[in-house]
């Protein structure tokens, strides 16, 4: 794996159950890699023991919230936020071109595929190659950040249409960075969705490719994180901030998964510049 690039691991309280640690390790992933952990973080020292000192690094949380825009003054530090802004900074002091930010809570990174009529998948075990390629992209395309899908991307499988697409135009939870690209994530919850319908809307680019996934461990079913701060106050407030960010093109709707939960909708015609193929481009004469 190429020197100027490292996988950044961002967890809090789960020292002795970082999930995305044994995905990478199935993946085959040979690069270099780091936990981003805060300085309020009771386990810390258990993540060090762990990982080992060398793989551990700290930030100054109220350092880092004093710089964030959290959109409200509620001044809770148990949002992931300060950890995906710090990212650069930490980058930049490292030497790096280029970081992967993931969460802690991904058991498996995935391929999807058509098989007959379903939609198929299988474990990735060249991390390595994968992630060169995602690089590249990143490069080509200009993107402010480049991702893999979720599993939520693909529910109705082939006739649920996102696979059929290829690329999407959002990228969250795998997000592949360049350190001279940085991005400014803005609120306490949703700040990844409020983050590309924002910067998308003025003409930033921010993709998901459909051909990988990576699972997650469902959402509350894990200690630490953010999980207290969605127990406390549900779906319904961190849906609100992309509301209050962009209006005129999300809405609170509802997610009729197993257990009905309160989502938000992005209305894509109104959000973002459209792409237009080359064959319309007007000759310079």
């Known amino acids: 794996m190429r020197s100027d690039f490292a996988v950044f691991i961002l967890t809090h309280g789960r020292a002795d159950n970082v999930a995305t640690m044994g995905a990478l390790k199935k993946g085959g992933y040979t690069g270099k890699w780091y936990m981003i952990i805060d300085d309020e973080d009771e386990t810390a020292e258990q993540y060090r023991k762990n990982f080992g000192p060398e793989h551990v690094i700290m930030f100054d949380k109220q350092e880092a919230y004093d710089r964030a825009d959290t959109m409200d003054n509620f001044n809770e530090h148990r949002a992931i936020i300060y950890a995906r802004n710090e990212t650069f900074r930490i980058a930049k002091e490292l030497g790096l071109k280029y970081f992967l930010m993931l969460d802690d809570d991904y058991k498996e990174i995935d391929f999807r595929y058509v098989n007959g009529n379903k939609l198929s ?3 990735a075990r060249q991390m390595d190659r994968i992630f060169e390629d995602m690089l590249r992209f990143l490069d080509v395309s200009g993107a402010a950040t480049v991702a893999f899908a979720q599993g939520g991307d693909f529910v109705g499988g082939l006739d649920g249409g ?29 700040e990844d969705v409020t983050t590309y319908t924002t910067l998308g809307s003025r003409g ?24 207290e701060s969605y127990l406390e106050t549900g779906t319904y407030v961190k849906t609100f901030y992309s509301v209050m960010a962009m209006p005129s093109c999300i809405k609170v709707s509802m997610m009729y998964t197993k257990h009905k939960r309160i989502h938000h909708r992005i209305d894509w015609e109104c959000c973002v510049p459209k792409i237009i193929n080359e064959k319309y481009r007007k ?3």
């Open 162 to 190: 996102n696979f059929k697409k290829g690329l999407l135009r959002k990228a969250m939870n795998s997000l592949f960075c360049r350190t001279d690209r940085p991005i400014d994530f803005r609120g306490t919850m949703n």
């Open 121 to 123: 998948a299988k474990p």
């Open 283 to 285: 000759e310079v004469r």
């Open 204 to 227: 930033r680019l921010f993709f998901t490719l459909c051909n990988m996934c990576v699972i997650q461990i469902p959402t509350q079913s894990l200690d630490g994180g953010m999980t």
